[in-house]
């Protein structure tokens, strides 16, 4: 499967990274692609300001399942349905977290800075002749691509050494 969706995301692309953040942090990251305020996604939603603190919360907890719909609308984006979507698909699999500290934070970001600088060599490849072709493109989506799964494994990883420092003494 490789549908697209309003936000550009894309279902196959990203399963992988997908399959391993929570789904409280399928929350936060729809929230994140819509550049909306919780607040101003409470007002849209018709929730109490509390109610929203807790989706975003760290505590595992959700809007109903007849809310989804009217969310993704209201955020202009499919990440909770995507994130479904690849659960299901990869139910049973196991989910990889890596382990944070201050070195491996460092190499992680250095590899991202590494993806985006993929990106902009291609970029600039396909401008040099003042013509774009699908051939370009593609390869840019798929430095693009390299870069939100490096990043979405990193928030997955970051989000799990958050919970877990939350829950330490």
Not at 56 to 77: A, M
Not at 113 to 135: H, M, N, R, Y
Request: include cysteine; proline fraction near 4%.
């Amino acid at each position: 499967m490789n549908a697209t969706y309003p936000d550009g995301s894309m279902v196959r692309d990203n399963n992988y990274a997908l399959h391993n953040i929570g789904p409280e942090d399928a929350f936060k990251l729809a929230l994140e692609r819509s550049g909306m305020t919780w607040q101003k996604l409470s007002k849209a939603m018709g929730w109490a300001e509390s109610h929203t603190k807790r989706v975003f919360s760290l505590e595992r907890y959700f809007p109903t399942y007849e809310d989804l719909p009217k969310f993704c609308s209201t955020v202009g984006n499919m990440v909770i349905i995507n994130w479904l979507q690849v659960q299901a698909m990869q139910y049973g699999m196991e989910h990889k977290h890596g382990d944070v500290d201050c070195q491996s934070l460092v190499f992680r970001i250095g590899k991202l800075f590494g993806e985006t600088s993929d990106v902009g060599q291609e970029a600039q490849i396909a401008v040099a002749d003042g013509v774009l072709e699908p051939k370009e493109l593609r390869r840019i989506i798929g430095e693009l691509n390299d870069v939100v799964n490096t990043s979405l494994d990193m928030i997955a990883d970051l989000r799990e050494l958050e919970r877990k420092l939350k829950t330490e003494p």
